[in-house]
């Protein structure tokens, strides 16, 4: 599977809803592998001076990803295929 970069601008989150955002994330990806669409969610990066955010994803298609992050209603500017070179 391929690994997608989200990018995110979130003016004005707080913590608590940034928490909530990633609890859904989870749990959209697991709900939608149970039915045998293959999406994950890895980890995120928030940048709080910025309200930016990038968020990983294994998926097999990047539309997968786009599903995930609409039914779990969390804003996103792009998706773009990465590489995720965590050693």
Known sequence: MAVYMVER???GITMDQLAAAQKRAIETG???TAEGKNVRY???TF???ESRCMCL???TTP???KEL???AQIPFSRIVEAL???P
């Open 57 to 59: 994803f294994e998926a």
């Open 69 to 71: 992050n609409n039914t």
């Open 9 to 11: 601008d979130l003016k």
């Open 30 to 32: 697991q709900r939608l």
């Open 84 to 86: 995720d070179l965590t």
């Open 47 to 49: 940048v709080p001076g």
């Open 63 to 65: 539309e997968l990803v």
């Open 42 to 44: 890895i980890r995120s």
